[in-house]
């Protein structure tokens, strides 16, 4: 392969050990297993999963083959990447659940023909205890506790337990069992991807070349893209939806998120940035070719051109949506808090008074900031949630009566 195809493979690319293998194998004409562990943690994936799906799919296009690790097994352990703490270990009939959903899902940017599903309990669960006593032989302490997080823990007097050390161990021997030629992930997992190719070659194997891609911020720009944070785009966000969220990231975002989630040329996005910084193109316009190409990419042109026709309609002339889904109401008089729960919206009492206090609740279209205020809904009332949801209230037909 020429150094077009490298070049393209390593775009956005944050770590790469090393270019000079990398080449090499790409240059051997062989058919490269690119190996990406994934712990079924959660069930949802959102647009931070598709940076690396989509350097896969890459591969893919290129003609190799992508070998997807669901870790069935490690998530029983529990991987501390990134974490302060010991992570929540899941029950069997988590991991089977959540692993169906996140195939289905990866599967929206994967070509399935062109994959390979493993589980690591495959391997991991007929292993011995003198199998585990060879496997931690070839690591040292000293060298775990050069990761980050373990380090800080440690120096914290913060508990680690010997399960954690493990894992990376687990996730080594997962590229033995695959022969995995390259790992792909996120920035946060470079110290695991490095001791695979350590016990790659401890196991007499050419050791693979590591390869990790950016963790992007979420729409609010400060946190990592995380439903635990409240700032993602989820695969299975509706077209409105995902165009919407897409709409209200900060400035500052378009380019990576261009960049990392669109098939748009770099020579473009440079263009675009460059125009933004010289205030020759309004950010909004950029914002909105890059809603309009992530949602298109998961909906289809059709879906994405109405939802940014919606969009427009909504947020630019600030119109109702055309359709509204309904909350019906068995009382007149309902307090705000229990109003937002039952819109299935927020997920708890404090996500719903965190939002009256910010501002972000609206009664036809008066805002409403009393966490303690109950509303009386005598007729159909229109509820805005932040800047996207929207509901009609409407009362039951017994509640009427009364």
């Known amino acids: 392969m020429g150094s077009n195809v490298v070049e393209k493979l390593e775009r956005n690319v944050v770590d790469l050990v090393s270019h000079e293998e990398f080449s090499q194998k790409l240059q ?7 190996k990406l562990g994934v712990d079924p943690s959660r069930p949802d994936l959102h647009l931070g999963h598709a940076v690396v799906l989509r350097k896969l799919r890459e591969f893919q296009q290129f003609g190799h083959q992508v070998v997807l690790i669901i870790g069935d097994f490690t998530a029983q352990i529990g991987d501390p990447s990134g974490r302060d703490t010991t992570r929540p270990i899941l029950t069997p009939d988590e991991v ?11 599967f929206r940017i994967l070509d399935e023909t ?16 003198a199998d585990v006593i060879r496997l931690a032989s070839k690591y040292t302490v000293a060298r775990m506790l050069e990761r ?3 380090a800080k823990r440690y120096s914290s007097n913060m508990p680690i337990s010997i399960s954690e050390f493990l894992y990376p161990l687990a996730q080594a021997y997962d590229s033995v069992a695959v022969r995995a030629d390259i790992e792909l992930g996120g920035t946060d997992q470079y110290f695991n991807f490095l001791v695979g190719r350590k016990i790659q070659q401890e196991f007499g194997l ?10 992007i911020e979420g729409t609010d720009g400060k946190l990592k893209m995380s439903k635990s944070y409240d700032n993602y785009v989820a695969f299975n966000d509706s077209s409105n939806e995902m165009y919407g969220k897409l709409m209200s990231i900060p400035d500052e975002l378009i380019c990576k998120y261009l960049r990392l989630l669109t098939d748009i040329e770099e020579e473009r996005i440079s263009e675009i940035e460059k125009s933004m910084q010289s205030k020759k193109m309004n950010p909004r316009d950029a914002k909105m070719l890059l ?5 298109a990419f998961f909906h289809g042109e059709s879906e994405a051109q109405k939802a940014q026709e919606e969009f427009i309609k909504v ?17 007149k008089e309902i307090k705000l808090v229990e109003l937002l729960l039952r819109t299935g919206s927020v997920s708890s009492k404090s996500e719903a008074r965190r939002l009256i206090v910010q501002g972000a609740v609206k009664l036809d279209d008066e805002r409403v900031t009393d966490i303690h ?19 009609k209230l409407k009362l039951k037909q017994s509640a009427l009566e009364t």
Do not use: C, H
């Open 315 to 331: 947020f630019r002339n600030k119109q109702l949506p055309k359709t509204l889904p309904v909350v019906n109401l068995d009382n």
């Open 28 to 34: 051997s004409g062989k058919t490269l297993r690119v």
């Open 114 to 129: 062109k994959t390979e599903v493993r589980f690591n309990s495959e391997w991991l669960s007929d292993m011995k205890f």
């Open 206 to 215: 050419n050791p693979q070349v590591v390869m990790t891609m950016p963790i």
């Open 148 to 150: 980050d997080d373990f």
């Open 291 to 295: 809603a309009f190409s992530v949602t």
């Open 373 to 391: 205020a109950v509303v009386e809904i005598t007729r159909p009332t229109v509820l805005k949630i932040g800047k996207r949801r929207f509901f």
């Open 96 to 106: 089977r659940e959540n692993a169906a959903t996140y195939k289905e899902q990866a």
